[in-house]
């Protein structure tokens, strides 16, 4: 009877260390991936055209920060999902055109479109027809002066993110890792994304 209930007290001490293992490697693993990353300036193969962010920026929200429907932000909303990102001042035609591209690129992803979020920052007020056209975009509107400042962390260089046109990319660690100039083919954008949400669990 002693040897059996040691038995059994074994097993459920090597049945919680692999648990332990596994869910190490499930939290940790991805961590260490994406750091190597930004420590080995590691661009995508192929002929993608993104910018990596060396070192990689951390994204600090404030409190203030509010969606379109005035709710505010989630502490943990950066480090849920992979984040492609826009940012514009007034969100007018180029504006409607790249968030189209942002949606072709989210359904493009199939299986990994959990995985990933849209969202738009921009000082535009009325986005009633926005939401109407991208009932799935989250967008980042209120109030304004937050919104203008919030905005300057997307920089690149002396341009200004509002007016760049480029798409951005947040992992799920809530670092701006990399952005996309106007120029970059959607197909190159997919690449990377596809590349990434494949090599990392994390998001």
Known sequence: MQNDKSLTEQEMQRKGRKVFLLMLIFFIVPIIVVMMMYKLNWKPSGESLGELYNPPRLLTTSAE????????????????????????????QVCLDKLHDMRRLHVSLYKDIDRAQRVLITT???????????????????????????????????????????????????????????????????KDLARLLRYSWAG
């Open 65 to 92: 920060l509010k969606r379109d429907d005035g709710a505010m932000l989630p502490a943990q909303f950066w480090k849920e999902k992979w984040s492609v990102v826009y940012v514009a001042a007034n969100c007018e």
């Open 124 to 190: 535009t007020q009325d986005v009633t027809n926005i939401k109407h056209d991208f009932p799935d975009l989250i967008i980042i509107n209120q109030p304004v002066a937050n919104v203008s400042d919030f905005s300057t962390q997307f920089q690149v260089g002396a341009e200004s993110a509002s007016a760049s046109n480029r798409l951005y990319l947040v992992d799920p660690l809530g670092h701006l890792m990399m952005s996309y100039k106007a120029a970059v083919s959607l197909a190159d954008i997919r």
